[in-house]
């Protein structure tokens, strides 16, 4: 009786661990196109629409307007790319 009592508390601690150290889905872990801008939202906006029309429709009636996302716009920018090899054929007769 005494070990359950005992493991009881170190199970609860665990399953609280690793409750704690899952993070939700956000739609701001994805780099969309489009993002909806203004006074209420930092820069660059809430960046979750693929098309202008999506954003468009979403902040319709509010303060806010549409703007392309700098992060979609200058993603290849940030990645380096490899050199592409260039091979040469030689013939040997």
């Known amino acids: 009786m005494r070990r359950l009592q005992s493991t009881v508390p170190v199970l609860a601690a665990v399953a609280l661990a690793c409750l704690a150290s899952i993070a939700p889905a956000s739609a701001d872990q994805y780099d969309y196109p489009w ?6 939202f930092g820069y660059p906006g809430q960046c979750m629409y693929q098309t202008y029309a999506q954003c468009q429709a979403s902040i319709s009636g509010q303060y806010l307007a549409c703007g392309e ?3 979609f716009l200058f993603r290849e920018q940030a990645q380096p790319r ?3 090899r260039r091979y040469r054929r030689i013939d040997h007769d």
Do not use: H, L, V
């Open 35 to 40: 993002c909806a801008q203004g006074p209420s």
């Open 69 to 71: 996302n700098p992060r």
């Open 82 to 84: 490899q050199p592409q």
